[in-house]
């Protein structure tokens, strides 16, 4: 068939393959949303339904090792999608910037954004229970298909308007940062815990 598929959209999905050390990261990670009271003052008055280290640490690889192994792990899989990306970063790295736990509780959600200031984004999912909610993924073309009609439903990933990623405890998403995504709500009747992350040249 004369038909070229241009345009692709990147998205890494991986698995941290160490159960143990997915424990590890859950127990660090609800140890700062009990200790963090700037973080919990900050979520409350942002209407955030949970914690997030977002507004209030900075410092979470030299306050924790278990972060510290996260970025060492992370550093592998950035790079790795970095290359996929055939992104000519001039003999550097891509370097982590900024590194923040999310525990998010039921009917929790966060609206459709970008991150800007930053090359590479990313989630590791820490614990997932049944029901928690997927990644949804918007096309970046969407704003433009003024009077496109709607796909069909038979329609593969790389037709649809929005694709929504499924994790598991371990699992690690990456795209590239001015990919616009949403968290959808948490429809589990536990909390979710992740740890979102931004890398920049």
């Not at 009917?107 to 990644?135: D, F, K, N, R």
């Not at 795209?175 to 959808?184: A, D, N, Q």
Request: charged fraction near 25%; charge should be neutral.
């Amino acid at each position: 068939m004369p038909i070229r598929h241009l345009f692709a959209t990147p998205f890494y999905q991986d698995n941290l393959g160490d159960d143990a050390f997915v424990d590890e990261l859950d127990h660090s990670c609800r140890a700062l949303a009990e200790d963090d009271v700037a973080g919990r003052r900050w979520s409350k008055a942002k209407g955030y339904r949970g914690y997030t280290s977002y507004a209030s640490l900075a410092d979470l690889p030299q306050r924790d090792p278990a972060f510290a192994d996260l970025v060492r792990r992370l550093n592998r899989h950035v790079a790795t999608f970095a290359d996929a990306c055939a992104f000519d970063l001039g003999g550097r790295k891509l370097k982590l910037d900024s590194l923040w736990v999310n525990v998010l509780k039921p009917g929790g959600t966060h609206s459709g954004h970008i991150h800007p200031h930053s090359v590479v984004s990313g989630t590791v999912y820490v614990t997932v229970p049944p029901g928690s909610g997927a990644l949804k993924l918007e096309d970046p073309r969407l704003p433009m298909m003024m009077a496109a009609p709607p796909r069909r439903e038979d329609a593969d990933e790389s037709h649809a308007a929005f694709v929504y990623a499924e994790p598991q405890p371990g699992s690690v998403f990456l795209w590239e940062s001015w990919l616009r995504h949403e968290v959808v709500a948490n429809a589990a009747r536990a909390e979710r815990v992740s740890i979102s992350f931004n890398y920049r040249w």
